[in-house]
């Protein structure tokens, strides 16, 4: 790792808080509605890691395009430190379940894109080799996105997240293609790259484990449409141990609450 | 349209070598049998007087034993030739074939006359023609490739615009869509009429009917193109700080390119068909004209010379084509 993220790892601000008031929203199919989001209200605080639990197509990921700015919410606001978000912007990143590397760049030129995109690029290259370094991809810089397996392309994809500084990493089940030995090995990345780097995170997930292991805060959601339904406070300093007896109980607490649904 | 023959070259290569490193050394097989062939073929052109006078015959004859006798140096010294040793022997068979091919050909065209003049010719026919008629010949190569790069330059390039406007505008492809619908299918050669009346040139009227059938496969493609680039591809760029310049030129673009090759290769097809035809129409020089005006004074053996060069020609450029596509699209490799 070098000056630049150096530098950025030592400063302590780094991070927004999210206010999520309100919001609800719903998909327009063939003329009916569809209403996905049920009056959500949510603060996340800077440098916070928080969990959103909930059963698959229950709108999670529907949340995170909002606050991502990708689309505006049928209702509601959304806020980053206090100012209202209406378009995407670099310094909130959206990681996907799938890397989405572009097939056509390779590994450096996909994790540059964003720097590139801002004409940042030629100033910044050295930012590029970081990333890379901090997800341990140095060597693959010239490798194309098919050459990588599923857990060097979604470490790739967090570097392209990561080259521009987010203060707020939006994470749509980055981990849920993964296999089980991968998957373990990236919680473990992740948070250490949320330590080191001190970003506020919010992790979609329907793992209940994994959003014990990392969260400091696990919100659960209903169904579609989804509503906050219980909230958990994970008061576990890191490293935790998956089987600390604490965490084992709040996690058949968790299972109860999704309840029936959970699939 | 796949082009794996050279990548299959080496592998085929050393299997035609493999057997003979046993015997007598590394001989190659098959160019000692090409050789002989090769040699008969020009034994049989000096053997016995033509039934009607070609010409050229005697160095036809020369050229063929020159092949012969080159053939018999690489039999020998396929080894040491490096590359172009191993692209030899992956043709062996080849040559072999061509050698009794020519063989054949010349004794049921100049030596029987099976096959009777004007309508045939032997292969001395052909290199007659190219020996009298070269300064006419290059200048249709060359008349003919300015058309082709002028018609198929422009039609790319305007087929391609149009076709990422089409695939990433909604307002461009309501009005434009049913237009290229309705026009595409069409085939370019019944632009002939109306393009010849009303553009002020025959070579401009080429041009454009040149352009028109190698563009609108590419509009097309590239239109189905940018539109089938994965939504996901557009978010994540956005989210990162993407704007729409970049999402066209650095997403969209790049994203569709395979589809714009299908594209290309159809244009390119359609463009050498419309470039003959508007020759043949319209124009004073070009192969295609030199192809109906040799046939109007039942000159076969120059339509045959045309034929010969028009493969080379439109092969080469196919093969120019595919050789641009491997270098864009390398890192297709391992997905397709």
Redesign the interface.
């Known amino acids: 790792m070098s000056a630049a993220l150096k530098l950025d790892t030592a400063e302590p601000r780094r991070s927004v808080a999210l206010e999520v008031r309100g919001v609800s929203h719903a998909f327009d199919l063939g003329g009916k509605q569809l209403p996905v989001l049920d009056n959500i209200d949510l603060s996340v605080a800077p440098g916070e890691f928080v969990a959103l639990l909930g059963p698959s197509g229950c709108g999670k990921s529907t949340l995170l ?1 909002l606050i ?3 689309e505006p919410p049928a209702s509601g606001d959304l806020l980053e430190d206090g100012v209202p978000i209406t378009t ?3 310094s ?3 990681v ?1 379940q ?1 890397p ?1 590397l ?4 390779t590994v450096w030129k996909n994790v540059a ?2 720097l ?3 004409g940042l690029l030629p100033a910044q290259k050295q930012r590029v080799a970081d990333a890379l370094a901090l997800v341990r991809l140095g060597e693959f810089a010239n490798a ?1 996105p ?2 990588l397996s599923g857990g060097m392309a979604q470490r790739a994809a967090l570097a ?2 990561l080259v ?1 500084d987010p203060h707020l990493l939006l994470l749509d089940e980055p981990l849920g293609k993964l296999d089980s030995l991968t998957r373990l090995a990236m919680q473990n990345e992740l948070l250490s790259l949320w330590q080191k780097v001190g970003f506020t995170a919010l992790l979609v997930t329907h793992d209940v484990e994994e959003a014990l292991l990392l969260a400091d805060r696990v919100i659960v959601l209903s169904d579609r449409p989804a509503r906050i339904i219980a909230e958990f406070r994970v008061d576990k300093p890191q490293p935790r141990r998956r089987d600390d007896p604490d965490l084992v109980h709040l996690r058949q607490t968790v299972l109860a609450t999704l309840g029936p649904i959970h699939d | 349209m796949s082009d794996a023959v050279q990548g299959d070259a080496a592998r085929g290569a050393t299997r035609a070598l493999a057997p003979l490193s046993t015997g007598w050394g590394a001989i190659w097989r098959d160019g000692l049998i090409a050789a002989a062939a090769w040699f008969v073929a020009a034994v049989v052109t000096v053997a016995s007087p033509d039934v009607v006078p070609w010409g050229s015959t005697q160095l036809w004859a020369e050229l063929l034993a020159g092949g012969a006798a080159i053939l018999l140096v690489a039999a020998f010294a396929v080894q040491r030739l490096g590359k172009v040793g191993r692209v030899l022997a992956h043709y062996g068979p080849w040559l072999v074939a061509l050698g009794v091919v020519f063989a054949v050909w010349e004794v049921a065209t100049a030596k029987t006359g099976w096959l009777p003049k004007p309508f045939f010719s032997p292969p001395q026919g052909l290199l007659h023609v190219y020996l009298v008629d070269t300064k006419r010949l290059v200048y249709c190569v060359l008349f003919s490739l300015r058309l082709w790069a002028y018609g198929f330059g422009s039609g790319i390039v305007a087929g391609f615009l149009i076709g990422v406007a089409l695939g990433w505008s909604k307002r461009f492809a309501y009005w434009g869509m049913p237009i290229l619908k309705l026009i595409g299918p069409v085939p370019a050669t019944a632009w002939i009429p109306i393009s010849f009346f009303v553009l002020p040139t025959t070579f401009a009227a080429s041009i454009f009917l040149v352009a028109l059938a190698s563009g609108i496969p590419v509009a097309i493609l590239t239109a189905s193109g940018v539109a089938s680039v994965n939504r996901a591809f557009y978010d994540v760029a956005r989210t990162l700080g993407a704007r729409e310049r970049f999402l066209v030129w650095k997403v969209a673009v790049p994203g569709s390119l395979p589809h714009v090759f299908v594209g290309l290769f159809m244009g390119l097809y359609y463009s050498f068909a419309v470039l003959v035809v508007a020759e043949m129409l319209g124009a004073k020089y070009g192969l295609g004209w030199y192809l109906a005006f040799q046939t109007g004074y039942s000159a076969y053996a120059n339509v045959y010379a045309t034929l010969v060069i028009m493969a080379l020609l439109c092969s080469g450029l196919v093969k120019l084509l595919f050789v641009t596509r491997d270098r864009l699209l390398a890192w297709q490799k391992g997905i397709i």
Do not use: C, S
Not at chain 1, 102 to 105: S, V
């Open positions: 395009r991502a700015g990708l995407p912007d670099p909130r990143i959206l996907f799938d989405t572009f097939p056509w760049r894109i964003g590139e995109a801002r194309y098919h050459q392209r997240a521009n």
